[in-house]
Structures are given as C-alpha cells and as structure tokens.
C-alpha cells in the first residue's frame, strides 16, 4: 500500500497509481528542510486556518471529505525519514489518521497538548470541529513544511467541495474539483517560469547572495515590545492564538480610494500603518527611539505556470521591508519608498534570494542551524496579503450573497495566520472575503497576554481607518 489507490487523485484521469508512487520517496527541498529545522516546542513550525460554516455540519460526511482531500495533496499523508543516498524524504502514509476531535459542548476549542508536529511520527495536518446545529468553528493545524497557506486553503477548499457535493439538495449546482497533477510537486523548488530558464544572475551568483546575507544581518531590527510579564494580569492567549478584526466593504472602498489617490497600491497602505504600528507600540512600552531599525517579512508566493494543478506544497519564500523608524515621520515619503521596492516583488528578485540561499547554507553543515539558535531579531514583524480567499480555492462553489456554499452549509468566513517566531512576535494576514477585510494577528503566547494582544490589534485597525480623509468619508456616506 502506498497511500495512492483512490482514482480520484489522479492527474487529468489518466495518469495511474504506478506512476504517482515513483514520485517517491522525495526528498525535502531546502525551504522544507529549514521549515523541519526550525520546528521547536515554544515556536512550532505549523499555522492555523480557522473555518466558520453556517448549517448543520453532518459529522460522517464531513470526516470522509477530509479524506478525500487529503488524498489530493500527498505531502499532508506523508512522513518524513532519511533514506539512504537522498538524504531526508517525504513517505507516502498507507492509511493517514488525521488527529480529528469533534466537540459538540459548546466550550472553548481545547488545543493540542503539545502543539508542535513531528512529522518523523505524524503528518503534518490536524483538525478540530467545534459543532452546533446551526454553526460550526474549524481548525485546522498545518505543518509548515508541508504545506504554505495557498496550499492550506487549497485542501480546505477541496475538502468543502466534496462536502458540498455529497449533500447538496437534488437539483442544486454543485461545487466543482479541478484536478490535480502529482508529478508537479518535482517543481515545488524549481522558480524560473519555464524549466530551462536559469535564475538571474543577482541571485545565484553566491558572493551576491553572500553581500545580501550581510546586509540583512548588519541592519538587526528590534522585536516588537514584549508586554507579558511572569507576574503580568491577564489572560493567557491560548492556542490557535489568533485575534482578528473585520472592517466592511464601505470602508475599504474608501481605504481603495486613499491608495489610489497616492498612486499606490492598497498592499502598501497596510505595510505603511504596520511600521507605524510598531513604532507606536515599542514607544508606548519605552522601546522605541528613531534611529532603530525595524523590518517587515512579507512572505511572497514563488509559484509560476510551472506549478498549476501541483497538490498543496510550500512554494513561499520572503521579502523583506527594512527601514528605521524615523522614517515614520514622513509618512507620504514613506509610503512611496514601500511601493518602489513592492514593485519589484513581479520579477520574483528577491523572493528568490532566500530561496536559493538556502541551498548554499544548506551546503555547510550546522550552518543554518547555527543561524536559528542566534539569539537575535531578524524581523519585527510578518505581514501576509493572501487577497480574496474565493479565488485561492481551486475548488468552484456557487455563491450566496459572495459566499461559498458547499451543500447544506455556506462558508461564513475563513481566518488564520503564519507562525511566530524568536523575537518575531506577531504575524499578521490580511484578506478580503465576501467584500469586507479580515485583519488576523496571530500573537506570541510567550510574549503577549489575550489583552494585550487586542489592544495591538485595535491599534492596527485604527491606524488604518484614521487613514481616510474627511472628504472621501463623507462621499462615501453621501453616496
């Protein structure tokens, strides 16, 4: 047994279960193997999507979807091991078990009790279903190297789908599945637009990559503020961790009009408020002075024509915003220096940089993990922009009032963050669904109390709002 003996995983329908079996064992691509690395107790490589259905969730039909999902995207059925002469590898799982917990109290979701994923003993997905009649709460826990969050919806959306057919009323359009191609997963680390065409010279020449490595580390931001202390009154943030904030269609149409007033686009105006925001937050905890560095991670898809119809894989990589907060005092400058270098993010430059440097520190044994254990902030904050969720699915749902309806349930909203890091305490994720923004922030539980956390959240979101000038609010109110 191999893990593969459902047709319905194969690729255009002709491509057999011999065939997708060959692709493994596979060995882990370097960003794979930094995801592996860098996994710990405190600060597990793995982020949450959180999934909230209007209807009655129908338990059996839901645990089968979520096998045949899974059985679409081999990464998250397998292990990981070393095999001999091709170094660590993903193994296809015979008969997965998910962890699946289904708890129909009402209570607050119970989390793992050890929330890092050891993929040399499991695989690298968990769910947890908080049910009612009328409305039920999902989580799904990804390992990181399995999977990046494009990939993560991408099962979601699979799994809804085929939820969706099996219960759909007789006579209602049904949710479509795209097919899937396994053999694509070989392109996972390969970044160029067709297979011949080599990466630019910027970044694969290793004495450039070197000078950018140095530049990286000599400009060291500072963390954002921790605030949580031994002795501090609160509530802990416990898992998934994750406190979000909605703002409404009307207003982000207005927050449209401010970027497009300035050129610029919407993406920037939220890098703009982020700076801001931690250099807000740092100088109200007596952290902050002008001259400090801070940086933003800004994970970027490095996915190309290469990797249409490839299974739920980590095709990410980052690029980095660093500036020092003293630039936050002249905002309209700026913002205009966030949109050159964002600009650039089309040609893929510097997302592949990281990429490919970690195949040449991967050449040097203990060397990466020599630059994880650095005790040391490398980015004061992640800020992802993963748009509209509708069109990350490759799954087709009918749609009510914007939303995915999959069968007897509708799909109210879909939420998660990547993870933190030492000394990078917050990630944050934004994305439209059904026309309104959804601002998630996943806090450092070691960092932040649950208070804590929602104060730093209602300061992002204000920021944000007090963007929008009198006139445009009031033609937008007007109208």
Not at 41 to 66: A, H, N, W
Not at 262 to 267: K, P
Not at 280 to 296: F, P, T, V, Y
Not at 406 to 426: E, I, Q, Y
Request: aromatic letters at 8%; glycine letters at 6%; proline letters at 7%.
């Amino acid at each position: 047994m191999n893990g593969f003996s459902d047709p319905t995983c194969s690729v255009d329908g002709n491509r057999t279960e011999e065939q997708a079996a060959n692709l493994f064992p596979l060995p882990l691509s370097p960003f794979e193997r930094y995801m592996v690395l860098d996994n710990t107790g405190d600060y597990p490589m793995s982020f949450v999507l959180i999934v909230t259905l209007k209807g009655d969730l129908r338990k059996e039909v839901f645990e089968q979807s979520v096998m045949f999902a899974l059985k679409r995207h081999p990464l998250l059925m397998s292990t990981i091991s070393q095999v001999r002469g091709r170094g660590w590898c993903w193994t296809p799982v015979a008969n997965p078990a998910p962890q699946m917990t289904w708890d129909e109290t009402g209570e607050p979701l119970r989390g793992p009790e050890e929330e890092r994923i050891d993929l040399t003993r499991e695989i690298g997905l968990r769910v947890w279903v908080n049910w009612s009649s009328q409305r039920s709460e999902l989580v799904f826990q990804f390992h990181h190297a399995c999977t990046d969050g494009l990939g993560g919806v991408q099962l979601i959306g699979d799994l809804l789908a085929h939820y969706g057919q099996m219960t759909a009323p007789e006579g209602a359009e049904l949710p479509e599945i795209e097919p899937v191609q396994f053999d694509r997963l070989t392109a996972r680390a390969h970044f160029s637009t067709v297979e011949s065409e080599a990466p630019p010279k910027t970044v694969s020449c290793p004495y450039m990559l070197c000078g950018r490595l140095i530049k990286l580390l000599r400009r060291q931001p500072v963390p954002l503020a921790a605030s949580r202390k031994r002795d501090s009154i609160g509530t802990p943030l416990m898992f998934p961790a994750i406190i979000s904030r909605m703002i409404e269609r009307p207003v982000l149409q207005q927050l449209k009009v401010v970027a497009a007033r300035q050129g610029v686009e919407l993406n920037d105006l939220y890098l703009l408020e982020m700076f801001q925001t931690i250099r807000e937050w740092n100088r109200r905890h007596g952290k902050g002075h002008d001259n400090q560095w801070l940086r933003i991670g800004m994970p970027t898809s490095l996915r190309t024509p290469l990797h249409d119809k490839m299974p739920a894989a980590n095709v990410v990589s980052y690029m980095f915003l660093t500036r020092k907060a003293g630039a936050c005092d002249k905002p309209e400058e700026l913002i205009a220096d966030i949109h050159r270098q964002t600009s650039k993010i089309v040609n893929m430059q510097q997302g592949r940089f990281l990429a490919i440097g970690l195949k040449y520190v991967l050449k040097i044994p203990g060397l990466l993990w020599c630059l994880l254990r650095m005790n040391r902030c490398f980015t004061s904050v992640i800020l992802t922009n993963v748009g509209d969720i509708r069109r990350q699915f490759t799954a087709r749902f009918p749609l009510k009032q914007g939303r995915c309806v999959a069968g007897n349930v509708t799909l109210d909203v879909l939420t998660g963050a990547v993870p933190v890091r030492p000394n990078t305490r917050l990630s944050t994720s934004v994305g439209t669904y059904a026309g309104n923004l959804y601002i998630n922030m996943h806090c450092d539980p070691l960092s932040f109390t649950t208070e804590q956390a929602e104060e730093l959240a209602d300061l992002f979101l204000d920021r944000l709002k007090q963007l929008i000038p009198a006139d445009i609010a009031a033609e937008r109110q007007a109208a």
